[in-house]
């Protein structure tokens, strides 16, 4: 899962800088295996750090990062795997 090739929606490409975008793209790599289609990152300035909190349901996963960031943001992506693509998207865009 997450093996294939990834797209990203316009709403992503407009509001998540790339470099968070890899870095959402990376975490999920870092997952075992036996993930869940639906990986959900939600994203949100933290005393001026960027927090992302990274949850699934499938099995139950939630870890929490800091990152410094000049302009934290405020987003909730989801990264979806339907076995011939994955999409990295903004919950309204869902």
Do not use: C
Request: glycine content about 4%.
């Amino acid at each position: 899962m997450f093996d294939n090739q990834r797209y990203l929606t316009r709403g992503i490409s407009t509001t998540i800088p790339p470099p968070l975008q890899v870095l959402i793209w990376n975490l999920i790599d870092l997952l075992p295996p036996d993930r869940d289609y639906l990986q959900i990152f939600d994203l949100a300035p933290f005393g001026g750090m960027q927090q992302i909190i990274h949850r699934s349901e499938q099995p139950e996963y939630k870890k929490i990062f800091l990152f410094p960031s000049d302009n934290p943001i405020s987003a909730k992506v989801y990264v979806i795997d339907d076995d011939t693509h994955s999409t990295m998207l903004l919950a309204e865009e869902y």
